[in-house]
Every structure is written in structure tokens, then in C-alpha cells.
């Protein structure tokens, strides 16, 4: 390490190197031998085409995560997020991401940007700013939060201009390769929209949760005073809501990679260098990792959330509706323990309006309701669905629960 500046170096590797550690630890990388083969497939096509990779030392993983992502964690580890993977039309998609993260770790971004941040945050106009924060009498807090707001606006310039030399080097590197260069920007166009609501949730959880028996409540998905309701409209603020986005500024990104995927368009590249079944069998099978992975790391609401997603285009999947249940009769022992409010995100303006509807309407539950919502919707499968055993389980476990 640098000898300056050197225990802030070594902090802030050791941040990164426990980030990374953390992944594996809560078992978030996959370990399907079957999927790790396919990747490394993917991988291999693009090595063999590109000698700079060729003697290059990292490792490429599926991550379970729900969140359309990759990353460069560091440490020649890329992470390609299932929750990204899933929502690809073709593998020349697929290709171009793993070449973008590649080329982040080529050009040693992350190195470059901890070298900025500890140059910057050492530098004697920051350090004279923190003291006069320090000294101040009044509104330290809000000097600090203006301060970091400044730099990190001034970090994400710099992490936009990564992106563009991460984007234009992929291109180089797929045009090597059998796979379709337009597949940069149709992926660039896909991150552009990727966080648009999909989920149509108070038409969807009336239509689930309302029987005959227990019909479904309006002030279910009430908004409520201190939780999204009864705050001030912020006025729009253009940078603000893009920097928000998990992949801002994808039209300019597309914009400056128009002319080089242009200049190596071809006829003869491919969409698909394996059999388009199995980049479809993945994609399927993420949809459901993605909900069991966030289940088991105890995010109720993230796994409700992707399953009624799912539920929308598969109202009559087993796996779905005993999950559907399992969720529910979880939360109804969770919130009897006291413990819910551990297990679910609680509204916030940097969630999207359907997700937020959701966390509204489990905010708005009562103990019984939990139940009684969970024994009706299950009972419309029964006996249906009785020899699939997630199912019965959840609902011999709602029975039980409703007579509480």
C-alpha cells in the first residue's frame, strides 16, 4: 500500500475485502454446478477471443440477488446478479455485461476510485471544511450531510465517466467474439427502464386476497400519516431522481456508443452461441432462486414482493402460491414475536409507488389478518394442490393458525 495516507488505505480495503467475503459467507454466490458451467461457457468465448484477458486472473459468479445488477467487487471477482440475468432477451446481452465488468476490472476502476476517495477526503480543502464543521455551534449535522452530498455527487461524475470507458471497451471486446454488439445498447435501453413498476399491486393483492368468506379491506393499502403519507411533495430535482436509479444515465451512455456498435455491426454475429433453451431454462430458474434466496436472508418483503411479480404470470404455480402462504403465516409468527419490523422494509421514497404499496400493505395488517389472509387464499387451492407438500404444509399451518 501507499505509504501515505496508508491506515485509510487499509481500512478501506479491508471494507472491500469483507463486502466480498460477506457474498459467500451468506451464501449469495450460487453454486449450481450446472449454472457455474454455463457462465464459465459465456466467459470462455469471450477469454478465447480476446488475448488481454487471456493471462487476466479473475473469477465470475451468479449472484441470488433480486436486484438487476453486476458488479466488479473487486479482487478479480464479478457478480452477475440473477435478478439482471433473468430480464436479458439473449445471450449477446449476457456477453456484453460480463465484458463491461471485465473491462472495469481491467482498467482498475475500483482501485482508482478508493485512491480518489482517500486523496479527496485528505486533501487540506476537505480537511479545513471538517474542522469548520467541528467548531461550528449550530447545524453541524446539516453542514456534514450538505458536504457529503457534494462529494458524493462529485464521486458519481467521476463513476459515470468509468462507465463510458467500461461500455466502449466491452463493445472492443464482443466485436471479438461470435456474439451481436447491438446487444450493448439494447442491454443499455433495458437498464434505462429497468426500474418502471411492473407490478400492477392493488388491483394484484385485491385480486389474491379477497373470498367470499374474508373479503378484501380497502384501508389494507391505505397510506398512512408518518409513513409515505402526510409528507411535503419534494420539488423534481433532475439529478437527484437519476442519480436514484440503479443504472443512471443510460440515454447519454447509449448516445456515446451509437457509433462504435454501428462501425462493428454485422450480419453475421449471433444472438445465442448455446442452445437458446438453456439461456430460457436460467432465466426460469432465477425467477425462483431470487425469492428463495431473499426468504432465507430474511427479507419478507423483498420475497412476497418478487413472488406476487411472478404470481402475475403464473396465478396457478404451485411453488408460488405455497410461497405466497409461507410468507404470510411467517409474518403472522414474526409480528406475534414482535420481531416483523426485523424482516420487512419499512416505505421510502427511494422505492418504487408498487413496492412501496406493498410494504404499505403489511405495515397495515393486524396479527389476525396476517392469518386470515394467508387460510382463505390457500384454501381456493385446496385439495387441488394437496399433494405438492410446501403446499400442504402452509396450509395445515394456516388451519392451525386461523383457530389461534
Excluded at 118 to 136: M, Y
Excluded at 286 to 312: G, M, P
Excluded at 338 to 366: A, E
Aim: glycine share 4%; with cysteine.
Amino acid at each position: 500500500m501507499p505509504a501515505k495516507y496508508k491506515d485509510d488505505y487499509a481500512k478501506i480495503y479491508k471494507q472491500r475485502w469483507d463486502n466480498i467475503r460477506e457474498k459467500f459467507d451468506d451464501k449469495e454466490i450460487y453454486t449450481s454446478k450446472t449454472a457455474q458451467q454455463y457462465l464459465d461457457g459465456l466467459v470462455a468465448e469471450i477469454v478465447q477471443a480476446n488475448p488481454p484477458l487471456q493471462n487476466a486472473s479473475f473469477h465470475c459468479y451468479f449472484s441470488c440477488s433480486g436486484i438487476p445488477n453486476a458488479s466488479y467487487l473487486g479482487e478479480g471477482i464479478i457478480i452477475f446478479n440473477m435478478g439482471l440475468f433473468y430480464r436479458l432477451n439473449n445471450e449477446s446481452e449476457a456477453a456484453f455485461v460480463i465484458c463491461h465488468e471485465l473491462s472495469h476490472f481491467l482498467l482498475k476502476h475500483s482501485d482508482n476510485s478508493m485512491r480518489k476517495y482517500v486523496t479527496t477526503i485528505n486533501s487540506d480543502e476537505i480537511q479545513k471544511q471538517l474542522q469548520a464543521i467541528k467548531g461550528s455551534e449550530y447545524k453541524k449535522r446539516e453542514q456534514l450531510d450538505k458536504l457529503v452530498k457534494e462529494l458524493s455527487f462529485s464521486n458519481s461524475r467521476h463513476s459515470r465517466d468509468h462507465e463510458s470507458e467500461a461500455d466502449s471497451m466491452a463493445v472492443e471486446f464482443v466485436h471479438n467474439t461470435r456474439f451481436d454488439v447491438t446487444g450493448a445498447l439494447t442491454t443499455l435501453q433495458l437498464l434505462d427502464s429497468v426500474d418502471k413498476d411492473t407490478l400492477q399491486t392493488a388491483s394484484l393483492l385485491e385480486q389474491l386476497f379477497n373470498s367470499k368468506n374474508y373479503p378484501f379491506q380497502k384501508k389494507w393499502i391505505a397510506k398512512q400519516e408518518g409513513l409515505l403519507g402526510g409528507h411535503a411533495l419534494l420539488k423534481k430535482d433532475a439529478e437527484l431522481e437519476d442519480s436514484l436509479k440503479t443504472h443512471p444515465n443510460c440515454k447519454l451512455r447509449i448516445h456515446l456508443l451509437e457509433p462504435l456498435v454501428t462501425k462493428y455491426q454485422t450480419n453475421n454475429s449471433l444472438r445465442f452461441i448455446t442452445d437458446s433453451s438453456k439461456f430460457e431454462g436460467m432465466k426460469n430458474i432465477f425467477h425462483y432462486e431470487v425469492i428463495e434466496y431473499a426468504f432465507k436472508i430474511n427479507n419478507y418483503s423483498r420475497s412476497f414482493f418478487y413472488t406476487l411479480n411472478l404470481l402475475q404470470q403464473k396465478p396457478s404455480d404451485p411453488y408460488l402460491v405455497a410461497q405466497t402462504g409461507k410468507i404470510l403465516n411467517s409474518m403472522f409468527a414474526a409480528q406475534k414475536s414482535h420481531i416483523l419490523g426485523r424482516l420487512v422494509d419499512l416505505p421510502s421514497p427511494v422505492y418504487t409507488p408498487s413496492y412501496n404499496l406493498l410494504l404499505q400493505f403489511v405495515q397495515n395488517l393486524y396479527l389476525e389478518n396476517y392469518a386470515s389472509i394467508s387460510y382463505h387464499f390457500l384454501d381456493r387451492f385446496h385439495p387441488q394442490l394437496d399433494d405438492y407438500s410446501a403446499f400442504k404444509n402452509e396450509y395445515d399451518k394456516s388451519i392451525m393458525i386461523a383457530k389461534q
